[in-house]
């Protein structure tokens, strides 16, 4: 075992999850418990950016109230940025600021772009022999780092996303109107790992949303109805058959609609192609007010509401996955005893146990075989009409959904943890980023 | 003192609440107290409709769980409609099956609409010489019925934005952009109070989203920087002016818009002018990315995004305030008592003490007097600049978002109340509405 001794950094990148600063909570939990080992911990604001301009932050100055509150807190406490390490001065410049810290232990909580910049820092600092253990903590709402059984911050939206279901179901239900078409467009990208999770909404408790009910029976569930998904090709006629097919049994039909949808010549749904002048009309924004549209054109007397939650469904920490919390504590964790055990250039997975109950392990897995990589929503989960969700995906994300946070309010909204972000002096000249 | 004695009736209409559940419940739970004069609890399906066609459920059959679980339940357990009653006939019927059901007591659970309807039926029983209370109870997330003080429903949403515009200002602030522009479009139909409500996200603790400021610190909020009112006709070149404006001295500028905003020429921003609901209301719901595209259009380099939380507002009991929870089961509770102390044709308002700490009571108020009536948001509440809200406002809505529901989950999703709606045998032939 290797006894490298010197001060610890991470960092945050890209889209916050509702779980992204309890990761953060989980490396600085687990850095404090190592003191001869780790002299300072460190935080690099927003991402890269704030280590290439030598912007960082005392995080052994926090309170443990402070550290409490960031399991539930939503954002990034450090920011994050999208910005793209590319040029050779700006690794160059990384290193120098290592060095001018003694920076010998790196976590950069992130998904697959953030892990790539991990894995060249990690390559850059073995080949100029500073010694260096970069270790990753995965992180991601839309569920699409390979190798890794699922990603922090997936459980906690795809909660968040069921429970939206179930509340605008019942809603809607209760309307007694028929013939009404309800949408939800949701976040993912490219990959329909959050559309599906929606389906976590289903109950079979006794009632369901069919005609012959009437809307206080209706506890069960059976929206959403119809699900599309990224990794189908939409095609409209198929649709608008299985909307007046569900239409036949329900008085509603709910759909989800994943961002990432495609027609069959890989054209986004409803994507913004205008450049309208400041008075003219505003062309329709996105997949879930396309479909909107197109069911209210094809469809006399059917009615459709479109909603979108954008940013707030990945900021919903209040309604985060206690399951999700913890597991990105524990990778937070993980990710510093992996560097402590000599690790350098990898990033820490979760493997689920394979029994009953559900359970996690972590492993670690070279940044490599992470960066730039995408887990698609497996074709094995999709339904057999290609417009719902086969039932073995239930079984894989209904652990990740389970649990909830006792969170601390303040005057009818929840309390934040705030950072009191001591900085760090700098010690090298400025830099300019492109 | 009358001593009527009979059945009772309870319907709810109009869009759902996250606490019109908890209406429901406080006037089952007042009319059980009450077996001398109240002999059987009935509920009518789907509002008014199910009153027309005979839809009639025993309520006193429902356990004290269920009672207990549509404090937290979204949607509305018998469901309502939007059924206008314009005919006679409409009427005539209604009092029909009063009467085979011998229903003395009438508690219609709604806004401004369902009050009209509750009014002509009480003064077409008082006309045809057959003994009936009538007395309505509040409902509106819109928090646009005159005389209350404010109305069950709208702590709740106002509540559910505040922490929405919480959390996405937090996921905002910390991707360390520059130039980005957040808009949520918000219900609130004519009305601004909705709109308003955002302003509780405000919070004044040290840090703000100034660009001196670091992420990490920004507990403090000043999201939403501007707020569009329907009340305000709508003026692009001031509302570009403003975010060019809060653009200087902040990383983004948050925008929270309500959906019926219109332009000076009264036409809706963005909205679908060609569907009208089944009261001649105009569809509203375009406003949020219509701003997105006026706003990209104008600014080279700025970019913009829109949620619509859609339905999912006013169906997010898992945020309900606890304060509106209590007042809208006490205002259930005061209809009921009301009825029994002889009122007829009135509606139970909520009036404020006036005095530290936040308090109410209920009255009464002739149903003439809220039918149809719409309470816009007041001129004294609306800031300077048109586009932001007086601190006065705070001082009214801060007490109405206090307090959190406990709210069991099962399987990782809030458990809802499920009525076994056991139904009254018919004594009518059927009938057709229009």
Redesign the interface.
Same mark, same amino acid.
């Given at each position: 075992m290797s006894s490298l001794q010197g001060n610890l950094l991470v960092a =945050?990148s890209g889209?916050?999850t509702p779980v992204i600063n309890a990761s953060l909570a989980g490396v600085i939990a687990e850095a404090l418990n190592h003191e001869d080992e780790i002299v300072e911990i460190y935080?690099g %604001? $927003?991402?890269i =950016?704030g280590v290439l301009h030598e912007?960082l932050?005392d995080l052994t100055q926090e309170t443990q109230q402070t550290l409490r509150a960031l399991l539930h807190?939503?954002? *990034?406490?450090? !920011?994050?940025?999208?910005y793209k390490v590319k040029k050779s001065e700006d690794f160059d410049r990384i290193l120098q600021v290592f060095e001018a810290h003694n920076i010998r232990f790196f976590h950069y909580i992130g998904g697959n772009d953030s892990q790539d910049t991990a894995a060249k820092i990690a390559a850059l600092a073995q080949e100029r022999g500073y010694e260096l253990r970069v270790v990753g903590v995965p992180k991601t709402i839309d569920n699409d780092l390979p190798i890794t059984d699922h990603c922090p911050g997936f459980g906690s939206v795809a909660?968040h996303l069921?429970?939206?279901v179930?509340? %605008?179901s019942?809603? $809607?239900?209760? %309307?007694? =109107?028929n013939d009404f078409v309800?949408i939800?467009e949701v976040m993912g990208r490219n990959a329909g790992w959050l559309a599906a999770s929606t389906v976590? /909404?289903h109950?079979k408790?006794?009632?369901d949303h069919s005609k012959s009910q009437?809307?206080?029976?209706?506890?069960g569930c059976t929206a959403p109805h119809i699900v599309l998904l990224p990794e189908v090709p939409f095609n409209s006629d198929a649709f608008l058959a299985r909307v007046e097919e569900v239409l036949k049994g329900n008085t509603h039909c709910f759909v989800v609609v994943s961002e990432g949808v495609q027609d069959a010549a890989g054209n986004y749904l409803g994507a913004?192609t205008?450049?309208?002048?400041?008075?003219g009309? *505003?062309?329709?924004?996105?997949a879930g007010?396309y479909l909107r549209s197109l069911v209210?054109g094809r469809f006399d007397g059917v009615?459709a509401?479109?909603?979108?939650?954008?940013?707030?469904q990945?900021?919903?920490?209040?309604?985060a996955?206690k399951t999700d919390v913890d597991e990105a504590y524990l990778c937070g964790q993980a990710a510093v005893k992996a560097a402590l055990n000599g690790s350098t250039g990898q990033m820490v997975t979760l493997v689920r146990s394979g029994k009953e109950p559900y359970g996690v392990t972590t492993h670690l897995e070279p940044l490599a075989n992470i960066a730039n990589g995408v887990k698609a929503f497996p074709e094995k989960f999709i339904g057999e009409d290609r417009m719902s969700i086969h039932p073995d995906f239930v079984r894989y994300a209904?652990p990740l959904?389970? !649990?909830?946070l006792q969170i601390p309010?303040d005057? !009818?909204?929840?309390k934040? /943890? =705030?950072?009191?972000?001591k900085r760090v002096a700098r010690k090298l000249e400025k830099y300019e980023t492109a």
């Amino acid at each position: 075992m290797s006894s490298l001794q010197g001060n610890l950094l991470v960092a =945050q990148s890209g889209g916050p999850t509702p779980v992204i600063n309890a990761s953060l909570a989980g490396v600085i939990a687990e850095a404090l418990n190592h003191e001869d080992e780790i002299v300072e911990i460190y935080g690099g %604001m $927003n991402g890269i =950016q704030g280590v290439l301009h030598e912007e960082l932050i005392d995080l052994t100055q926090e309170t443990q109230q402070t550290l409490r509150a960031l399991l539930h807190t939503p954002g *990034a406490a450090l !920011g994050t940025c999208r910005y793209k390490v590319k040029k050779s001065e700006d690794f160059d410049r990384i290193l120098q600021v290592f060095e001018a810290h003694n920076i010998r232990f790196f976590h950069y909580i992130g998904g697959n772009d953030s892990q790539d910049t991990a894995a060249k820092i990690a390559a850059l600092a073995q080949e100029r022999g500073y010694e260096l253990r970069v270790v990753g903590v995965p992180k991601t709402i839309d569920n699409d780092l390979p190798i890794t059984d699922h990603c922090p911050g997936f459980g906690s939206v795809a909660k968040h996303l069921a429970i939206t279901v179930r509340e %605008m179901s019942l809603d $809607n239900a209760a %309307m007694g =109107q028929n013939d009404f078409v309800s949408i939800l467009e949701v976040m993912g990208r490219n990959a329909g790992w959050l559309a599906a999770s929606t389906v976590l /909404a289903h109950r079979k408790e006794k009632g369901d949303h069919s005609k012959s009910q009437s809307p206080s029976t209706q506890y069960g569930c059976t929206a959403p109805h119809i699900v599309l998904l990224p990794e189908v090709p939409f095609n409209s006629d198929a649709f608008l058959a299985r909307v007046e097919e569900v239409l036949k049994g329900n008085t509603h039909c709910f759909v989800v609609v994943s961002e990432g949808v495609q027609d069959a010549a890989g054209n986004y749904l409803g994507a913004d192609t205008s450049s309208t002048d400041a008075f003219g009309h *505003a062309v329709l924004g996105g997949a879930g007010e396309y479909l909107r549209s197109l069911v209210e054109g094809r469809f006399d007397g059917v009615k459709a509401r479109a909603s979108k939650l954008g940013i707030a469904q990945r900021a919903a920490s209040h309604n985060a996955s206690k399951t999700d919390v913890d597991e990105a504590y524990l990778c937070g964790q993980a990710a510093v005893k992996a560097a402590l055990n000599g690790s350098t250039g990898q990033m820490v997975t979760l493997v689920r146990s394979g029994k009953e109950p559900y359970g996690v392990t972590t492993h670690l897995e070279p940044l490599a075989n992470i960066a730039n990589g995408v887990k698609a929503f497996p074709e094995k989960f999709i339904g057999e009409d290609r417009m719902s969700i086969h039932p073995d995906f239930v079984r894989y994300a209904l652990p990740l959904i389970q !649990g909830e946070l006792q969170i601390p309010y303040d005057q !009818g909204l929840p309390k934040y /943890a =705030q950072l009191s972000a001591k900085r760090v002096a700098r010690k090298l000249e400025k830099y300019e980023t492109a």
